[in-house]
């Protein structure tokens, strides 16, 4: 048997994990003193009561190589092979993590250690593709080969409500913070080449600000490659998530939309109101 592990960066839904029967690996995040279990004991409404009470941002962690042992080891049985899909090398440690605990249980030969060069659900969209490819009878090297061709068609990308957050975390200064949430800019944050990196800036409301990165990645959506899209937020008022799902079925392009939560890790980083939209391009 294959079977498919992720870390919990990858934000899928609980019902979305099942679908293609993947196992999840939580990091860790800290709140001063306190370790938490991403996604499983703390949410990331109490990480934002945290960071707005100490005006602190919390810390993440990546799992240790012996929880990413224990967790192989009780994957593994005999003949099994195990894909892991990990966050991209250049934002955390958790891919190297997995191949290391895979070395020192001697199994590198049957643990294939995806970089999926994403976050979020820009993660996620790799496992449903892995899950479909396998699905297809293909093997674990063959399923590797095709989720890595399309891992630079992934396109994430999300618009953040205010720069306290990245400010914490120290993603941007004092000064540019201020003034940005002053200002009421709201930075778009695309990803590539496995980093964030600034795009436009929208001005106004986050509702506005949304409204306007929508209309902007319309073109992208059109030549998006129509198996599905997310809809992820850090926690947006259900009307603004509405609107943005009306928007983007109004495209008549997408066969599934999904509207999921980001979790703790993402969360932390990007703060409250953060809304992404993601996808696989054609190519």
């Known amino acids: 048997m294959i079977r498919l592990l992720t870390d919990s960066t990858s934000d899928l839904s609980p019902e979305l994990r099942e679908r293609c029967s993947a196992t999840v690996l939580p990091l860790i995040?800290?709140?001063g003193e306190e370790e938490h279990t991403d996604g499983v004991d703390i949410t990331p409404e109490e990480l934002y009561a945290w960071s707005d009470r100490t005006h602190q941002s919390p810390k993440t962690a990546v799992f240790s190589v012996q929880q990413a042992k224990d967790c192989?080891?009780?994957?593994?049985?005999?003949?099994?092979?195990?894909?892991?899909?990990?966050?991209?090398?250049?934002?955390?440690?958790?891919?190297?993590?997995?191949?290391?605990?895979?070395?020192?249980?001697?199994?590198?030969?049957?643990?294939?250690?995806?970089?999926?060069?994403?976050?979020?659900?820009?993660?996620?969209?790799?496992?449903?593709?892995?899950?479909?490819?396998?699905?297809?009878?293909?093997?674990?090297?063959?399923?590797v080969a095709r989720v890595e061709a399309l891992r630079p068609l992934v396109r994430a990308s999300f618009v953040v409500d205010t720069l306290t957050y990245l400010h914490r975390g120290g993603r941007c200064s004092g000064v540019v913070a201020l003034a940005g949430n002053a200002l009421r800019l709201h930075p778009q944050i695309v990803v590539q080449d496995g980093a964030m990196h600034p795009d436009r800036k929208y001005?106004?409301?986050?509702?506005?600000?949304?409204?306007?990165?929508?209309?902007?990645?319309?073109?992208?959506?059109?030549?998006?490659?129509?198996?599905?899209?997310?809809?992820?937020?850090?926690?947006?008022?259900?009307?603004?998530?509405?609107a943005v799902y009306e928007k983007v079925q109004s495209l008549n392009h997408f066969r599934e939309i999904h509207i999921t939560r980001a979790g703790g890790v993402i969360s932390s980083h990007c703060g409250p109101n953060t809304l992404g939209v993601l996808f696989i391009d054609r190519g």
């Open 29 to 31: 995040t800290i709140l």
């Open 203 to 242: 001005r106004g409301s986050i509702r506005h600000a949304l409204t306007q990165y929508m209309t902007d990645l319309i073109p992208e959506m059109k030549s998006a490659r129509p198996d599905r899209v997310f809809i992820t937020h850090s926690g947006c008022p259900d009307e603004i998530v509405q």
């Open 72 to 143: 192989f080891r009780s994957l593994l049985g005999d003949g099994d092979e195990l894909i892991c899909f990990a966050i991209s090398e250049k934002m955390s440690a958790s891919a190297s993590v997995m191949r290391l605990a895979a070395q020192q249980i001697h199994a590198e030969d049957r643990i294939h250690v995806v970089d999926s060069e994403n976050l979020s659900t820009g993660i996620g969209l790799l496992i449903l593709a892995a899950s479909e490819f396998l699905a297809q009878g293909l093997s674990a090297a063959e399923t």
